[in-house]
């Protein structure tokens, strides 16, 4: 007994001792590198450290997105220092046996210096010794940015981080190139699903029980670049996705591309990180965008821990959250994740048993995706948070949310070109930047226009898309403008006031446009460039259709709510219909001999039978429909509405309610569909597919990219959101 006695003390004395060296050694290091991320270690996994029995078969960090340009190279360069972004968190990293992220750009040897403002990156061959310090073994090239120098820089970036021994996994577009590494224990997957034109859930669905099949005792890991920036919890896009690839293999699904961190959920015993929100980034504006979400993997033979580490960015230097603004974080994070696993995400620490596959549904406690509720932090999608109405998906939404454009000021006109693989938008007023140009596949600028004296109103493409043409509200010219060189080739003069609406005659030899404050319509001969005529109005025309064999010219008049009907010949007109409200834009289905009206003043869509100039209400809508836009198939019409202004004299200042984008069907008049937007959704575009919807939030500086399902789908939807959509339109 007293031998037993005398074991045991030396026992726990030898394990105390060995406990205080390794404490001691750690706060040095601490010390040495002027940070205290050891006191955070210390607090965290101290007992797992140095009185657990038992070692596990090994470990991961994964971090969410690192962009290493703009800002965050000039913090480098200011501090002299590659290694400056991750300088206080080295320690963090180092612990694990290796660090995977999501690279967010290429590295390329000569990288371009792109505007302060610019969404395209490229960073220098400098980052990839720092990247390698600081035990990345594993990055993922499966995002929206690492094609910014094009399939080369992509391919650049993957030869110098092998160069350095460091991994690469996953292709901005492609599923099925570079899309799966086995690393030890592990398989990893990398996939990028916020371009249209990345591969289908199913196909992503078919990879991952393959690789499943093929390694059928690896520990699966699937990386998601994904979901809707800004918004700290998942979309149903995301979770139906997220539930079909654990049921497919997945023993772990980590995300990324929102900025911020999203819930954690539980399903099938697998976890779920929606977004580990921003690792290393420049995104300054906002608490949640320089907070991020570390997650440490340890992989032992009957189970799996998971430790949660909240990082805090300072200048693009993230370290990690202590004391109460630990506490804080995870207690928000706790709110908006499964209830189940509140207790566990508030203590930092998820431990779960593994599972072998198949899995059998409801055998741990979660149900089947499609039986199985949205979750109350799911619901709650207006978080205090937001305040700029860009709310990017509510429950049972149709349409999914794809990408912002921030930063472009009042954006009056779109259009998509007749490839589809550029925007052209108008900023009204704007002396600097009369036309912004973009990249349709992920927001990128590619240039802007400097217009003569003034910004831009309204925008049409010539069909094959070679010339733009363009009003000016405040001179009352027209700039045509070549495509490809971007150069103003000539200039039109109205001859009349404040120029808004342009349309283009079906043989494309005319050129009309409406004049609101001249309360007329100038007519402008192609090839010569000179006015032939003003065809006198209703009082403050706004939009005008011209039909296709040139007859007739259809007017809607705004100041007394009117259509008027114009012989194009003799240029006599005469008002078919008056509301009392206020007509503007018109769109038109000839091959169904239909005209469709937005009423600003009544809240409704006009419809016109062209054969009989009867007009008949089609649908209600939001206050103040402004855009009307049709599908190319003709099915679907969008509807942008404005929302209350804030005072009847005075719309130049967000009203008390959201803007919305409406789809209706065509044909019946059904609502299908409905998205909550920002302060006055105003422009809106249509890509030559029909996949892709394009809107403008006129006050908020902000540009809204949508995904658009088939026309059948919707029709079966059950009419998405439209039941449930208006008590979120008041702020």
């Not at 073994?137 to 350095?164: F, I, P, R, V, Y």
């Not at 890991?221 to 139906?240: C, D, K, M, P, R």
């Not at 099915?635 to 202004?645: E, M, T």
């Amino acid at each position: 007994m007293k031998k037993q006695l005398f074991l045991k003390s030396i026992f726990l004395g030898v394990l105390s001792l060995g406990a205080i060296f390794a404490l001691g050694f750690l706060g040095y290091q601490g010390w040495q590198n002027s940070c205290f991320q050891v006191v955070n270690l210390g607090d965290i996994t101290a007992a797992n450290l140095f009185l657990s029995l038992s070692k596990p078969q090994s470990s991961v960090l994964f971090t969410g997105d690192m962009m290493l340009d703009r800002g965050v190279e000039y913090q480098i360069e200011k501090h002299g220092d590659w290694f400056y972004p991750f300088s206080k968190i080295k320690l963090l990293l180092s612990q694990a046996d290796m660090a995977i992220g999501n690279l967010e750009g290429p590295i390329v040897s000569q990288p371009p210096k792109f505007p302060d403002n610019s969404l395209q990156f490229a960073f220098s061959p400098n980052v990839v010794k720092s990247l390698s310090s600081a035990n990345f073994q594993l990055l993922s090239l499966a995002n929206n940015h690492t094609d910014n120098m094009g399939e080369e820089g992509w391919q650049e970036t993957k030869d110098h981080l092998q160069q350095a021994n460091i991994d690469s996994i996953g292709h901005p577009v492609k599923c099925d190139q570079d899309a799966s590494i086995v690393k030890g224990p592990f398989v990893f997957l990398a996939f990028n699903k916020t371009f249209p034109v990345n591969c289908s859930d199913a196909k992503i669905v078919q990879i991952v029980q393959d690789i499943r099949q093929n390694y059928p005792d690896k520990f699966l890991v699937v990386i998601f670049h994904w979901g809707n920036e800004y918004s700290l919890n998942s979309s149903t896009a995301q979770q139906s996705l997220a539930h079909a690839t654990v049921k497919a293999g997945a023993d772990l699904i980590i995300g990324s591309h929102p900025h911020v961190v999203q819930e954690i959920e539980e399903y099938q015993g697998r976890l779920i990180f929606y977004s580990l929100g921003n690792f290393i980034f420049d995104q300054y504006f906002s608490q949640e965008t320089q907070e991020g979400l570390v997650v440490e993997l340890k992989l032992y033979p009957q189970k799996v821990v998971y430790q949660l580490f909240a990082t805090q960015g300072n200048l693009s230097q993230p370290s990690v959250m202590l004391g109460q603004d630990r506490e804080n974080f995870l207690d928000n994070l706790a709110q908006r994740s499964a209830s189940a696993l509140s207790s566990r995400i508030k203590e930092g620490k998820i431990e779960l048993n593994r599972v072998s596959f198949p899995a059998d549904d409801g055998q741990d406690g979660t149900k089947d995706e499609e039986s199985s509720p949205v979750s109350s932090s799911q619901q709650s999608v207006f978080p205090n948070q937001i305040n700029q109405g860009s709310f990017a998906h509510l429950p049972g939404q149709l349409v999914s949310h794809l990408y912002n454009i921030e930063g472009v000021p009042n954006v009056k006109g779109l259009v998509f070109t007749p490839e589809g693989t550029e925007v052209w938008g108008t900023l009204l007023l704007n002396k600097t930047r009369g036309v912004t140009i973009f990249g349709a596949q992920a927001g990128e600028n590619l240039t802007d226009i400097n217009l003569e004296n003034g910004g831009g109103v309204e925008v049409v493409l010539t069909r094959d898309g070679q010339k733009a043409y363009i009003s000016q509200m405040e001179t009352g010219k027209i700039f045509e403008i070549d495509t490809a060189s971007r150069k103003i080739l000539r200039v039109f003069n109205s001859g009349s006031a404040w120029t808004k609406v342009l349309v283009l005659s079906s043989d494309e030899k005319t050129l009309l446009a409406s004049n609101w404050v001249g309360n007329d319509v100038s007519e402008i001969d192609i090839e010569t460039g000179q006015l032939k005529r003003i065809i006198l109005t209703v009082k403050t025309p706004r939009g005008i259709y011209l039909t296709k064999d040139q007859q007739y010219l259809y007017v809607a008049g705004f100041a007394n709510g009117e259509i008027e009907k114009i012989n194009f010949i003799t240029g006599e007109g005469q008002v078919i219909f008056k509301s009392g409200g206020a007509m503007r834009h018109i769109v038109a289905d000839e091959s169904k001999n239909i005209l469709f009206f937005s009423d600003m003043g009544k809240d409704i869509v006009w419809k016109l039978n062209l054969s009989n100039d009867q007009v008949e209400e089609f649908v209600k809508t939001d206050h103040n429909p402004n855009t009307i836009v049709l599908s190319p198939d003709k099915k679907i019409l969008f509807v942008s509405c404005r929302g209350i202004n804030y005072s009847a004299s005075n719309y130049s200042i967000p009203g008390p309610e959201w803007g919305s984008v409406l789809l209706f069907d065509a044909e019946t008049g059904q609502m299908l569909d409905a998205i909550v937007g920002g302060n006055q959704p105003t422009a809106l575009a249509i890509s030559p597919d029909g996949q892709k919807l394009i809107f403008s939030d006129f006050l908020d500086q902000k540009i809204e990219v949508y995904q658009i399902p088939s026309h059948q789908f919707l029709k079966e939807g059950g009419g998405g959101i439209s039941e449930i959509y208006k008590s979120k339109l008041r702020k």
